[in-house]
């Protein structure tokens, strides 16, 4: 029953990385199976969807939307320890209507639908929020220790300001691309390679030779601290379900 929850929160990731590569914060992989050891997080701070679909008569959500939004409430409420029911996305979208584009609050999220664009921008309370997912997808693929203090501040430094060092590895991977279109797409390609599907690795080079450079300038050598206290447990980045009722919850 455990790789069901493990699965769920994956593939939320996965999504959330795949719709935009505003999304998406790059860095240098702790260990890993694959040939190149690049990590995604999710940006902390905001994360956007856009061809959200929500009707143009009182922005209600169709079927596709509602599952979307519920799976978040879902991954989210049970990786804060929440089993119950809560004021999530779906309530949110229910008891407002999304078309003024006024920025509704939730639980966990605000959230902003630009009726426009077509698009949900999704604002987390805190940093925290959205760390949640990214500590435990990236502990269960080893693109970070299970527990930071086994990497040198070097290591830290590179993952706590993301943000900023993606900017500098994706100027520098779009210097080296061979057309002007797709240079945004090295994101979907190291998540092909952790799932082990087969992936042309010249965007993934040119992905890892920025890094490279951009560690370099700013003189960081990630790696192992002297000494470190063990593994730990992903159970403890979040509050997993035990129970079969907690699970049967979790994949409705």
Request: aromatic share 12%; charged share 30%.
């Amino acid at each position: 029953m455990g790789e069901i929850y493990q699965d769920m929160v994956c593939d939320l990731f996965d999504t959330i990385i795949e719709r935009s590569s505003d999304n998406v914060v790059f860095y240098r992989s702790w260990k890993s199976n694959q040939k190149h050891r690049i990590g995604v997080r999710i940006r902390k701070t905001r994360f956007i969807i856009p061809r959200f679909s929500v009707s143009s008569y009182g922005g209600s959500l169709d079927y596709e939307s509602e599952h979307f939004l519920s799976d978040i409430d879902k991954v989210f409420g049970y990786l804060h320890g929440i089993t119950e029911a809560y004021d999530g996305l779906v309530d949110g979208f229910k008891r407002n209507n999304v078309l003024t584009g006024d920025r509704v609050a939730t639980k966990f999220f605000d959230f902003r639908y630009y009726k426009g664009a077509g698009t949900i921008h999704f604002y987390p309370k805190s940093e925290e929020v959205v760390e949640k997912i990214n500590l435990f997808v990236g502990r269960l693929r080893r693109w970070i220790p299970g527990d930071f203090s086994e990497a040198n501040q070097d290591f830290k430094t590179q993952y706590d300001k993301g943000e900023a060092f993606t900017k500098d590895y994706m100027d520098l991977y779009k210097k080296s691309a061979r057309t002007s279109y797709g240079w945004d797409r090295p994101a979907l390609k190291v998540l092909r390679e952790v799932k082990g599907l087969d992936v042309d690795g010249s965007e993934l080079d040119r992905m890892e030779a920025a890094i490279d450079a951009v560690h370099d300038e700013q003189g960081l050598r990630c790696g192992p601290a002297l000494a470190g206290p063990g593994q730990s447990d992903i159970r403890q980045i979040a509050h997993e379900p035990t129970d079969s009722g907690q699970f049967l919850l979790l994949a409705a």
